[in-house]
């Protein structure tokens, strides 16, 4: 039986319930595993899918980013916190494997999540728009007048998810 499964690399625990880039099929899957050997060497991941031109691009963007470091270390002073996890996150680049480092840890969805949305709430604000998106809000908003209701007795609102809208 074939199936569709699509994944990258993502383990099953999500803060927000979604997994980045999944699609899982549970008792489908079980049927392929029973008729499939693969050898574990041939599954290794590479860094950037092994493309050469990806790896260069994203250690000059490095270096920019470092750059950018001193410049504001110069004008605002030392941030402790901001130098380590730049250096944790260069630490990625000294493996050939960087899920199994000992800085691997970084690569997992829940460590991934805040500082994407730390980095989109950035973006926003330099382009003068509210640091969270009106999406993400209205979102927020729609989830808990939902759990007012439930609280409130109010039956309709077992029918009602808002996950059915992310979609």
């Known amino acids: 039986m074939e199936t569709d499964h699509y994944s990258n690399g993502v383990a099953e625990a999500s803060s927000n319930g979604f997994l980045n880039g ?10 392929c595993d029973a008729e499939m050997e693969v050898d574990s060497g041939q599954l290794r991941r590479q860094l950037c899918g ?14 920019e980013l470092q750059a950018m470091s001193e410049q504001l ?20 680049l000294a493996y050939s494997d960087p899920w199994n480092s000992p800085v691997g840890y970084q690569l997992d969805p829940i460590q991934r999540e805040p500082v994407c949305s730390a980095l989109n709430s950035a973006i926003l604000e330099t382009h003068n728009l509210p640091k969270q998106p009106p999406l ?12 007012l209701m439930a609280r409130s007795g109010v039956g309709s609102c077992a029918f009602a998810t808002v996950e059915d809208y992310l979609h």
Not at 50 to 62: D, T
């Open 136 to 147: 993400a809000l209205a979102m927020g908003q729609a989830m808990q007048c939902l759990g």
């Open 22 to 31: 999944s699609a899982k099929h549970d008792d489908e899957m079980e049927d």
């Open 73 to 92: 270390r110069r004008e605002c002073g030392k941030n402790t916190s901001n130098k380590k996890m730049l250096k944790d996150a260069f630490s990625l």
């Open 50 to 63: 092994g493309s050469q031109a990806a790896m260069e691009r994203m250690i000059h963007f490095g270096r």
